[in-house]
């Protein structure tokens, strides 16, 4: 399962909507540097599809990547098929998906727009669990098992 990334985003301050700014660096246990989510526990990194994205965009075709306040864009990677605990490396960092979905407190532009935000079902928090830079076209894939880890990790070295 492999894909890649089409936005990075991040946004200074919790609560508005993220803008692409095409690379980033991602800081291991802290979360993408300049973000208003670093150094937030467990949802360091979020992910979004933009497959399902472009679904919204059809009620809504001003929005644009970081809208839906996600840090990376992804396309050709399903992130449905992810599980609590699985690792996904991203550009040359390793995620570690601690979330899936999120819980809404209050309807966003999005929702009044379209009917409907899919981050709170759809969207994939991560630790950083190995940092490095990631920008817009890298490449993000499943890493399954801990012989992949080893060999990605040696690759590194």
Do not use: W
């Not at 999005?110 to 709170?120: F, K, R, V």
């Not at 940092?131 to 499943?142: C, K, L, P, V």
């Amino acid at each position: 399962m492999s894909g890649h990334i089409v936005a990075v985003c991040r946004a200074p301050v919790k609560g508005v909507q993220k803008n692409d700014i095409g690379e980033a660096l991602l800081v291991k246990d802290k979360g993408m540097e300049g973000d208003a989510h670093f150094g937030f526990g467990h949802r360091q990194v979020s992910l979004l599809n933009a497959e399902e994205a472009a679904k919204i965009k059809i009620k809504v075709p001003h929005l644009k990547a970081g809208d839906f306040a996600e840090n990376l864009l992804v396309e050709g990677f399903d992130l449905a098929r992810l599980v609590l605990g699985d690792r996904v490396r991203a550009g040359s960092s390793i995620l570690e998906v601690t979330q899936i979905g999120k819980e809404c407190h209050s309807h966003c532009a999005i929702y009044e727009a379209a009917g409907d935000c899919i981050m709170p079902r759809l969207g994939v928090f991560c630790r950083v669990v190995r940092g490095g830079t990631i920008r817009n076209g890298d490449a993000i894939n499943a890493i399954r098992g801990k012989t992949e880890l080893e060999s990605y990790e040696q690759e590194l070295l």
